[in-house]
């Protein structure tokens, strides 16, 4: 892939996960506060540790592509002071929104340059930040899932939703 191509498909992502975050973050804001030990099942993640998985893991993950190495992972998430679905909401917004604007600042020539993921494979950043959607759109979709068990409601996502109409 040349350089410009790469940076169209860069320039192409980091639109589409920009386009996510107010989705994820009116999904965060949407947890009830007073409920946030609640899981589905004993071997869920419960709802506060899911919002701190989603704020630490995406920032890190788009600031390991800006730096062109991961290092670290999941175990951030248990100290980054994350209390509410407030703070995971404010702390979403600045943390991965920064850090996007990191990938979108690499070089068009380090765009084609593989990245080592934990050895389990090579992949430029460009699939990398593919990866990095997915990933949040996941545990996302997550706590979503468990919104009205907790006494919350659903805030629509890709259109309304059952309790946003």
């Avoid at 704020?55 to 248990?78: C, E, Q, T, Y």
Wanted: proline share 6%; glycine share 8%.
């Amino acid at each position: 892939m040349t350089p410009e191509q790469a940076r169209t498909i860069t320039d192409f992502l980091a639109a589409s996960f920009e386009q996510e975050i107010p989705t994820t973050v009116r999904v965060i804001e949407a947890a009830p506060a007073d409920k946030l030990s609640y899981a589905p099942d004993a071997k869920s993640t419960n709802a506060l540790a899911l919002i701190r998985h989603l704020v630490v893991i995406d920032a890190w993950f788009l600031n390991s592509i800006a730096d062109g190495k991961f290092a670290g992972g999941s175990d951030m998430s248990d100290t980054c002071g994350i209390l509410t679905p407030a703070d995971g909401a404010a702390k979403y917004k600045a943390d991965v929104s920064a850090a996007l604007a990191r990938v979108r600042a690499i070089p068009d020539e380090k765009l084609g340059e593989n990245i080592d993921f934990f050895g389990m494979m090579q992949a430029p950043p460009t699939a990398l930040l593919n990866m990095a959607i997915k990933h949040s759109v996941h545990h996302r979709g997550q706590l979503s899932s468990y919104l009205r068990a907790m006494g919350g409601k659903v805030p629509g996502i890709y259109g309304p939703s059952g309790d946003s109409q």
